[in-house]
């Protein structure tokens, strides 16, 4: 545990060691400390027709203002009877209201502030740098269990598989964080500052990137493909404590992220040949368990 | 066209133009000579239950034992019967024959030669490199249409969305091109270089990754799921020539493959507020279409 470390910067270095601990190995033997228990506010969980739970997490740090807005529209139900109208191969998902047209609760903003990027400066701690060169930043790494991005002066969230955006039309829109989409494919990462991630998925993805394909322009459902129907959206913390589900996600701060970072970028069990050396930012995703 | 070029290396400055043409649009609007088109003998179409039907390109330039030994199979009708039996979310599927008992055809090799580099003073043209940083190599680019990464010495295929290639058991072992596998989640970098590429989706993507994720370890298919029948398997050029498809790619050696890399990198639609300013090697896929 470094919780004092203002910042850490990992080296990606192969270690000497003959047979390294797996990532998923590193992952199970992790100590109870390095494990963070997220909050019940910050889960949203998606019934969808057929048995399917989907499970979100939000992050407030980034996106308040569109975090905000969606807790109101899961406290006011608003979520419920609409449905996933969009799957787009290679990119993604995307749920709400397609018409546009069903009224926000009255304590719901209609238009958000495009809190896309935060200062640099207001990160006073939680910050782990990723050695790996990036295709598009001058640094990655990951904000109390975040990846992000910056430049030295912004900091933002990054666009990986599973990540959870607000979809809005053309800037400076920001949209009202009503239609949500997921990412199912290769990291977006040119979305990363132009519209506001507000969190990820942790369960169930494989309900939302296993649906058929929209055959309409951008994976739109065309006409014969009805909407898939969701039943309800919930704050976990709204929910019954018996129906109530538990998550933790590894402490990015901890050695034992670092260790399973590092053994991310240099895989040695006897599958492999050549060790990669380095790791994009989306190909270390942070451990996230259920637990109790 | 650059054919005389035997290396040509980017940059992905953004231009002053105003309002730059999208990446589709350019595509859209390519010369002819833009485009080359794939021979039948490299088009493998895969008619699975159900209707769907999936064509990949095979790439004999970085595993050609590999790809020749996957044209036998095929001559030999060999994955007729056999099934898709691995569906991991965010990685790969998997298909062929999972007992791994079928017998091979006779002229077929039952081991081959680990083809996962080729050595870079064999590269005498077609090369284009990309300006972004790689998280895994010194550089990347595409050689005569496929995203390849280098370190000087050494290059290599990547594994991008949509890659396929060749199953293996522990290493050295580098299997025999029957089982076969496809990305259908964020690059996973780290198999380059440790397993053979042979080839990548070209049409039918979805019929793959939207299928049930697999219950067992490491997606395979549980006991109460069954493996995903294959009826046939042919090379393009087997077929009778009233259903033989046709397939062009974009020259990445083209002027206008370097215009679309570059609205890849800095996107200036409307809808975007900031352009990246660098895309990964797996985010500029090469256009594939349909043609006659």
Known sequence: MRYTALLLILSFAASATAQAATPSEIVATAPASSWISIPGDDLLVMEIEGGRRVIFQLADRFAPAHVANIRKLA???WWDGTGIYRVQDNY?????????????????????????????????????????????????????GWPVATDGKALWPVHCYGTVGA?????????????LYA??????RHLDRNIAIVGRLVEGTEHLSSLPRGTDSLGMYGESQKAIPILSVRLASEL???????????????????AYAKARANRQDEFFNVPAGGADICNIPVPIRRYL
């Open 75 to 77: 406290a006011a139900h």
């Open 92 to 144: 993604v998902v995307q749920w709400g209201d397609r018409s546009e047209k069903k009224a926000l609760p009255a304590d719901a903003r209609k238009n958000l502030p495009q809190d896309y990027v935060i200062d640099r400066k207001t990160v006073t701690g939680g910050l782990t740098l990723m050695p790996s060169r990036d295709s598009y930043a001058a640094a990655t790494g990951f904000l109390n």
């Open 167 to 179: 979809g809005r039309n053309l800037a400076p829109d920001a949209g009202n964080g009503g239609e």
């Open 183 to 188: 990412v199912i494919g290769h990291a977006p």
């Open 240 to 258: 019954p404590e018996k129906e109530r589900p538990h998550f933790q996600m590894l402490d990015t701060m901890s050695d034992t992220f670092a």
